[in-house]
Every structure is written in structure tokens, then in C-alpha cells.
């Protein structure tokens, strides 16, 4: 048995462990030990995938079940490649954090017997769906990771009624993608003449066009990309946070790795349309998603929001990719592909960072509205700290994972010579202009969030009285954190492993640590080098600092200026609505901001005011035009449909009747 | 107007500013000017009720012909910039919190300079329904400037016990 092997038996092992444990134990203790052991179910899934990207071959995992139907076709096999392997490591490592935050976190029905069951097949789910090596199981880990997970998400049910809407929204959706998935890959079993991703190779023309739409229809709508991203911004909010960030971190990748899957392994060299396909799906969704981001108020919603917008990008990153290599660049395509898988994974470290802050601060405030958050960075240091990590890491700024993923990503952009073909010409610059736009406010909607939410005065009751949250809570956080910033000091070896999944040639590591494109000339990214070379001539600026505050101190205010007043409420402070109003007016055509003012008058003095209400709503545009529509048109043709079937039993017999009759005409014709 | 117009016209007129001259000013006893306050200080104005006959020779202190600015002294807009408050006026019912607000939000150590008779003993509004005091019933005054108005002369040698320029 070598290493694989002996992983991916730890994994089954320790989730078996973990549901086991989460129906026989009771109370404080199935939190530790069924948390516990969904975090060795993490941790062999990351030491599996590490492995199976180290070079590692596993013979794999026959699954001994006979499955009625399935008759002479391939076994069931888990057998991770170097693709799969990078996706297992990426999910293993969001469920191991997410696991030990729910530790401490899981409380009332997210700590139940259901709760922490969904999590277990939810967590072994998400990590099996990478390791599959054929249709069949990869179509029964995706269906484990989507009933997990809607069991999870259902967790508060009782106490709150928007938790049942997401929960259809989010059923709905997934299940559309489950049965778009089972028509492409049946599309490709039936051309393949079996179900393993070896003997689908080869695949003719229309077919692959064909099952092409179809699975990346369904790998896009788990991925959250724009059209179908509309159960993100509902799930996460009502999911346990623990929940949310492997949904939002782990689960969503799995459309990614579907993408790629398809494009790479299973139908490789598509035709262009294709990539120009996943650009285009891609940088809609990062625009809208980013834009959508940048006015929500609640926290989770944000941050929802903001998982489309790096979906978005990670897709056209591997549109692009795609493009390249159809054009013969083939080292710019390779940095392309490189960008996506490190924009997945910084992705994952940073959001798993925020969504489990995003659920410290709703642990230790009951909030989740920044307009009612703020002066937490003093009474959560860590949580603050951490989340300050993520938010750098999601506005893709150094020292963090975001910089280096985006600066690949950018640095195969500029590289690509878009002058030899039409197509590149066009999209090109147009893609380099949306992630520019992207990045840009990308930063202003993360500085709100870490802004609003942590800095300033408290601007309620609940946030004024909060404190820090538990040990293990912190110690996910912080595990977290320093990945997104390990990553982005340390990028080189891990992207040169990453070169190995999706067969790129020209990344090296350079000076130990740092990253070396070789394919473009001489592109090297050194963060770790720049961080010192920043903090040394940091130094100098914190000596003089320190000399000079040495001879003048400190002076003391004893009061806050309020223009002579004592008005220094915490009404009176920015905040998160406040912040976006000008990206809501600018983008107002897009975003389709509602406000309304109402002011209200005194009955005996009609030109006096006693009182101004401010009421603004942004609505998604998608859903508003395309999904309520068609919810819409459903419920007619439902109410058509009730009037057939009226319950009466002559109206029955007559039907009967009819079809006697018509089938009666169509066989004696 | 050209370049050498002006020119021409700033040679032309030399230098218009007004000699340094003694006034008597007040301190109070024991009053130390603070040492980081050497050289340049900031000053932030507080009109507590005046007759503005003490902002119009205020203004004609920082004014082109005696220019303050020369000794270190700056008027700013915030007292959160400014390390001397400057008072005019008796304190009307209505300034007397504001006031004390200001001289709270100024940075510690502050200089505080009242302009004026008025600031003393009120002058000719003592008595006033609309009058809750002068300004040394509610502040330690550290410099004191007599007159009614007090010349642009003494208000700059106030500013300069403290800038000591």
C-alpha cells in the first residue's frame, strides 16, 4: 500500500469515524470528537492530495459495490491525478479549518446529531468528488457534497424563516446542476462506451460541443458564476459559518476543478469558442460579482458575493489559457492555467479566513449587518487581525496570496501577444480591463469590510459588548491566515508542484522561495525578498519615528472635537451603506439601487420635520429579471395544471376514457 | 500682469510690515510658555460673545501690515490642529459649552490667550440676562491682552510670549 492508498483509506476511515461519533455522542463532547475527526478527514485529504501532486500514484481505490444498472461498465475507482490531487490538498485544508472552527462555534441545531452528520458527509463529499478517477463516483460524491450540504444549511430551520427560502433556492440549484452533469457525462458515457475519465478520450465533434455546454453549465452553477450564482448570496448567509466557508472556499472549487476537468483531461483541444466561453462567463461574473459585493451591508452576503467574483476570475483565467494554447503561446497559456489553480487556492485560504471571521463576529454579536458592527478590533484581536489577513488577501494586495495568484494572472495577460489573432485582439485587452476593474473594486468593497466591521466605535449594543471568541475558533483562524500569507511570501514550490497538474512547462522557484516564469523572459516575483527589503528601509522610517516621539510626546485630547458639541455618536460615523454610496450611484444602472427618503412632519406644524427615514435595497438584477419571471411562469402553468386534476373522479374516468380512445385511433390507423 | 510688473512692483514698495513693538500683555503668575510650543504655534480663535471689535484688529494682526505669521503664529481651522485657543468677548449663556468643548479638544499642552477687556470683568456687557460670565470665571487664562480693543501690537506680543520668536 503506498501513500495514496493509505490516504485516501484514512479519509473514508476517519469521515466513517466522524458520522458514527456524531450519532452516538451527546453534547459538548460530539462538538470535539465528531469535530475532531472531520478534521482528520481534512487532513489525510491534504496529505493525499499533497502526495498525488508530489509525484505519488496510487493504484487506487476499487469501490466493491454492485450498483444496479450499471452492468458491464467500469468499476468504481478513486484514484486521485495531479489535477484532482491540487483539489484534494485545497479542499482537505478549508475542511480541516472549517472543522476545528466548528469546534467551538457549532451551537443549537449546527451542533446536533443532523448538524454535525450533514458536515461529516458533507466534508467526505467535497474531498471524494476530486479523488474520483470515473463518472459514476464522481456523481455520487457530488451528490453526498449536495445533500451534506443542504442538510447543513437547513440547520436553523426553526427559528428563522429565510432559512427555508435559501434552502430551496440553494436545492433547486444544485440539483440543476446535478442533472445537468448527469446528461454531459452521459452524453460522454454513451460516446466513450464506458465511465472511467481514461476511456473518454477522443471524443468527435458535435458530441464534444455538446456535452461541453452541458457539464460546464452544471459546473458553472455550483461554481457561482453568473447567470446561475443566485443561491450563493442566499445559502451562505443562512448557513452555520463553519458551513458557509467550506461551502464558499471548498465547495464552490469543485465546479472549478469540474471546468478544468473537462477542458483539460476529459475533451482537450476544443474548439476557440469554447475558451472565448469561459472568458466571457468568467468576466461577467468577477464584474457583477464584485459589483454586487462592493453595496451589501451584510457581511456574509458581501463576502457571498465576493466568492462569484473570484469564481468569475479563476474561469477566465482558465479561458484564457485555453485561448493561448489554441493560438500556439503556449508559455503565456501555462501561466494562464498556473493563475487559475493559484487563484483557487488563495482563494479558498482567504475566504475560509473571512467566512469563519464573518461567523466569530455573528458568535460574538449576533450581527452580521457592518452597519451595525464596528470598534470590534479592540475587543476581537485576533478575529480582527485575522480577518485584516483575509481582506488584504481578497483586495490582492502584498504579502498575501491574492497578490501573487492575480499578479500571475495579470503577468499572462500582458504577456500574451494579442497582435497575431483576431480574437486575441479583442479579448485581450478587454479581459485585462475587467480584472483591472475587478482588482480596483475589489479593494474599496474589502476596505469597508475590514473598516466598517472592525474599526471605529461600536454602532450597537451587541458590538460594544463582544468579546473573543474561543480557543479553537482562534486557532482555525489563525491557521488560516498564516496560509494566505505563507502562500503569498512563499510562493515558488507550491506553484512549481502546481506546473505538474495541468502539465505547464516554465515555473521554477527561484532564490528558495520565490517565483520564476520562465517562459515570459525573465518575470520573477520575489514577495519574501521584497517583504524584508520593505522592512528594513521600514526600519529606518520606525527609528527616526521613534527618536522624534521621543523628544516630542505624545499630546493628550481630552475630548473628541464635535464642532463644539459633545455629538460624537456612533450614528454619527460612516458607515457600510454610507461607504458604497458613490460605487451605488456611479453603478446605479447596474445595480439597481432602490432608496427612498421619507421625512415626516409634525401634525400641527406641517414646515417643522420630526423625523427623516432612509431606506436603501439593492436588487439582483439577474434574479429579478430571468428568475422570478420563470418562478413566475411555473406557478401558472402549475395552476393550469390543478385545474385538470380538480380531485373529481367522473372528470378522471373521462380522461381514462380518452386515452383509451386515442390510443385505440393510433393503433388502428 | 507680468512677471517683472510684479517684480518691479514688490521692489518698488519694499517692506510694508510694521516694526516690532512692546505692549503690555498679562500672564498669569507661574506661566511657563510650554517648550515644544517654541517657535511655531497654531492658533485656533473662539469668538465667546464679542462685539467683533476685537476679530477686526485679530484679523488685522495676522493682516499683511503687522503679519503674525512672521513670529511663528498661524490661525488653523480645528482646535485638533492647534496648540493656543484664543478668546474673545464676554462667555454668552449659549458659548459657555462650546467653549469648554473647544478648549478640551485642543491638544495638551495648550496655551490659552483671551483678547480684550471683556474677557475680564465683562466690561460694558456685566449684568447681561445673556451673559453667564467672563472668560476667566470658567478657564485658566494664560495670557492676558488689555484693551478695548487691544492694538494688533499687543495680540502679536502675546503670541510671541509663547512662540518666543
Not at chain 1, 459495490?65 to 468499476?75: H, I, S, T
Not at chain 1, 471524443?203 to 458553472?220: K, N
Not at chain 1, 491566515?481 to 502562500?487: H, N
Request: one cysteine or more.
Amino acid at each position: 500500500m503506498n501513500l495514496v492508498d493509505a490516504g485516501l483509506y484514512g479519509l473514508l476511515g476517519s469521515a466513517t469515524v466522524a458520522i458514527v461519533m456524531a450519532i452516538v455522542l451527546t453534547g459538548r463532547v460530539r462538538n470535539v470528537i465528531a469535530g475532531l475527526a472531520v478534521l482528520a478527514t481534512g487532513v489525510a485529504a491534504a496529505l493525499t492530495g499533497l502526495a498525488t501532486l508530489l509525484g505519488y500514484s496510487g493504484t487506487g481505490l476499487a469501490i466493491p459495490v454492485a450498483l444496479p444498472l450499471v452492468g458491464d461498465l467500469d468499476a468504481l475507482v478513486l484514484a486521485p491525478d495531479r489535477l484532482g490531487g491540487f483539489f484534494m490538498l485545497l479542499a482537505g485544508l478549508v475542511i480541516a479549518a472549517s472543522a476545528l472552527f466548528g469546534i467551538g462555534y457549532a451551537h443549537g441545531p449546527a451542533a446536533s446529531r443532523t448538524g454535525w452528520t450533514g458536515f461529516a458527509a458533507f466534508a467526505l463529499g467535497v474531498v471524494l468528488v476530486p479523488a474520483a478517477a470515473d463518472a459514476i463516483t464522481f456523481l455520487l460524491a457530488w451528490e453526498l457534497m449536495a445533500l451534506g450540504s443542504t442538510v447543513l444549511l437547513l440547520a436553523e430551520h426553526a427559528t428563522r424563516q429565510a432559512v427555508r427560502a435559501a434552502t430551496i433556492w440553494y436545492a433547486v440549484m444544485t440539483h440543476l446542476s446535478f442533472l445537468l452533469l448527469l446528461a454531459g457525462f452521459g452524453v460522454l458515457i454513451n460516446a466513450a462506451g464506458g465511465t472511467s475519465w481514461a476511456r473518454m478520450v477522443g471524443i468527435a465533434e458535435p458530441t464534444a460541443s455538446l456535452a461541453f455546454a452541458l457539464l460546464v453549465a452544471g459546473f458553472a452553477t455550483k461554481a457561482g458564476l453568473v447567470p446561475v450564482h443566485v443561491w450563493l448570496p442566499r445559502a451562505h448567509p443562512e448557513a452555520p459559518s463553519h458551513a458557509s466557508a467550506a461551502m464558499s472556499a471548498a465547495m464552490v472549487k469543485m465546479g472549478i476543478y469540474g471546468i478544468l476537468l473537462v477542458t483539460l483531461r476529459l475533451l482537450p483541444n476544443g474548439p476557440s469558442w469554447w475558451a472565448v466561453v469561459l472568458v466571457a462567463l468568467g468576466a461577467i461574473s468577477a464584474l457583477y460579482g464584485i459589483l454586487q459585493a462592493s453595496v451589501q451591508s451584510d457581511l456574509k452576503r458581501l463576502l457571498a458575493y465576493s466568492t462569484t467574483e473570484n469564481v468569475g476570475l479563476i474561469t477566465t483565467a482558465i479561458g484564457v489559457g485555453l485561448l493561448l494554447h489554441q493560438s500556439g503561446q503556449h508559455a503565456a497559456a501555462d501561466v494562464a492555467l498556473i493563475a487559475a489553480l493559484l487563484l483557487a487556492l488563495s482563494h479558498a485560504a482567504f475566504k475560509t479566513v473571512l467566512f469563519l471571521g464573518a461567523g466569530a463576529v455573528l458568535h460574538a454579536t449576533g450581527e452580521r449587518d457592518l452597519d451595525q458592527l464596528g470598534g470590534l478590533a479592540s475587543r476581537m484581536p485576533i478575529t480582527a487581525l485575522t480577518f485584516g489577513v483575509g481582506a488584504l488577501g481578497a483586495a490582492a494586495l502584498p504579502v498575501t496570496s491574492g497578490f501573487v495568484a492575480e499578479w500571475v494572472l495579470l503577468q499572462a495577460l500582458i504577456h500574451a501577444d494579442a497582435k497575431t489573432d483576431r480574437l486575441l485582439a479583442v479579448v485581450m485587452p478587454l479581459t485585462m480591463g475587467v480584472v483591472a476593474l475587478t482588482i480596483g473594486l475589489g479593494l474599496l468593497t474589502f476596505v469597508k469590510a475590514a473598516g466598517i466591521g472592525f474599526l471605529a466605535r461600536p454602532r450597537s449594543q451587541a458590538a460594544s459588548e463582544a468579546s473573543e471568541v474561543g480557543f479553537s475558533m482562534r486557532l482555525a483562524l489563525l491557521g488560516s491566515a498564516g496560509l494566505t500569507i505563507g502562500l503569498g511570501l512563499i510562493p515558488g514550490p507550491l506553484s512549481q508542484l502546481l506546473a505538474g497538474a495541468v502539465g505547464a512547462s516554465g515555473i521554477a522557484t527561484t532564490g528558495l522561495t520565490g517565483l520564476e516564469l520562465g517562459g515570459l523572459g525573465v518575470v520573477v516575483l520575489n514577495p519574501l525578498a521584497l517583504t524584508a527589503l520593505t522592512l528594513v528601509l521600514l526600519a529606518g522610517v520606525l527609528v527616526v519615528n521613534g527618536i522624534a516621539s521621543r523628544r516630542h510626546p505624545r499630546r493628550e485630547v481630552e475630548l473628541p472635537w464635535g464642532c463644539g458639541g459633545e455629538r460624537t455618536s456612533p450614528r454619527m460615523e460612516y458607515n457600510a451603506t454610507s461607504y458604497s454610496e458613490p460605487l451605488a450611484r456611479v453603478f446605479g444602472g447596474s445595480l439597481h439601487t432602490r432608496r427612498s427618503v421619507e421625512v415626516e412632519h409634525p401634525d400641527d406644524a406641517p414646515l417643522l420635520v420630526s423625523g427623516i427615514e432612509f431606506n436603501q435595497e439593492t436588487v439582483d438584477l439577474v434574479e429579478h429579471r430571468v428568475y422570478l419571471p420563470a418562478a413566475r411562469l411555473a406557478e401558472r402553468f402549475g395552476d393550469f395544471a390543478r385545474k385538470l386534476q380538480n380531485g373529481s373522479i367522473h372528470r378522471y374516468v373521462g380522461f381514462s376514457f380518452a386515452a383509451l380512445l386515442l390510443v385505440l385511433v393510433l393503433v388502428t390507423r | 500682469m507680468s512677471l517683472i510688473r510684479l517684480l518691479s512692483m514688490i521692489t518698488r514698495t519694499g517692506t510694508m510690515t510694521e516694526p516690532v513693538a512692546d505692549a503690555p500683555i498679562e500672564t498669569r503668575d507661574g506661566f511657563v510658555p510650554p517648550a515644544c510650543l517654541r517657535g511655531s504655534v497654531q492658533v485656533r480663535h473662539v469668538d465667546a460673545g464679542s462685539c467683533n471689535g476685537c476679530e477686526i484688529e485679530l484679523g488685522a494682526a495676522f493682516g499683511p501690515v503687522y503679519d503674525a505669521e512672521r513670529f511663528g503664529a498661524r490661525l488653523v481651522a480645528s482646535p485638533r490642529h492647534a496648540d493656543v485657543v484664543t478668546v474673545t468677548g464676554v462667555v454668552t449663556q449659549n458659548m459657555v459649552e462650546p467653549l469648554l468643548n473647544t478648549i478640551d479638544a485642543t491638544p495638551n499642552p495648550r496655551v490659552i490667550v483671551s483678547i480684550g477687556d471683556c474677557t475680564r470683568g465683562c466690561g460694558v456687557f456685566a449684568g447681561s440676562y445673556a451673559v453667564a460670565g467672563s472668560v476667566d470665571d470658567f478657564v485658566e487664562v494664560d495670557v492676558h491682552v488689555p484693551g478695548c480693543p487691544p492694538a494688533p501690537e499687543a495680540i502679536i506680543a502675546a503670541l510671541r510670549a509663547v512662540t518666543r520668536r
